[in-house]
């Protein structure tokens, strides 16, 4: 099983920039897809954008052009760097792993989110 510990979060200023990092330890025969979800007080979890194992990526309408996934898989880490910030990407913000296990389980896995306030 594959497990992720997301760090970077912080309290900022509108406009400022942040870059968050999940990194996956574990045994597994792949990593899949990695996610970044966020989710505010009294709101649903979002999707905000998924990076697939080759590189393809997307982004949800609320952060496209402010936000950018990258992905490094010598490191098994997954980085969400974000522009521009605004009050309402205020959120705690969670990392999410799709692929196979070692006994050719699909997983599904969940860090423990890092929170992210972008004060006005």
């Known amino acids: 099983q594959v497990q992720l510990v997301e760090s970077g979060g912080g309290l900022l200023q509108a406009g400022g920039s942040l870059r968050l990092s999940c990194a996956a330890s574990?045994?597994?025969?792949?990593?899949?897809?990695m996610c970044w979800y966020r989710q505010a007080p009294g709101r649903q979890r979002e999707l905000v954008t998924t990076?697939?194992?080759?590189?393809?990526?997307n982004y949800a309408d609320s952060i496209k052009g402010r936000y950018t996934v990258s992905r490094d898989h010598a490191k098994n880490t997954v980085y969400l760097k974000m522009n521009n910030l605004k009050p309402e990407d205020t959120a705690a913000y969670y990392c999410?792993?799709?692929?196979?296990?070692?006994?050719?389980?699909?997983?599904?896995?969940w860090g423990q989110g890092t929170q992210v306030t972008v004060s006005s």
């Open positions: 999410n792993a799709h692929g196979i296990g070692i006994w050719g389980n699909a997983y599904d896995s």
């Open positions: 574990g045994i597994s025969r792949s990593i899949d897809s």
């Open positions: 990076i697939t194992s080759d590189g393809n990526s």
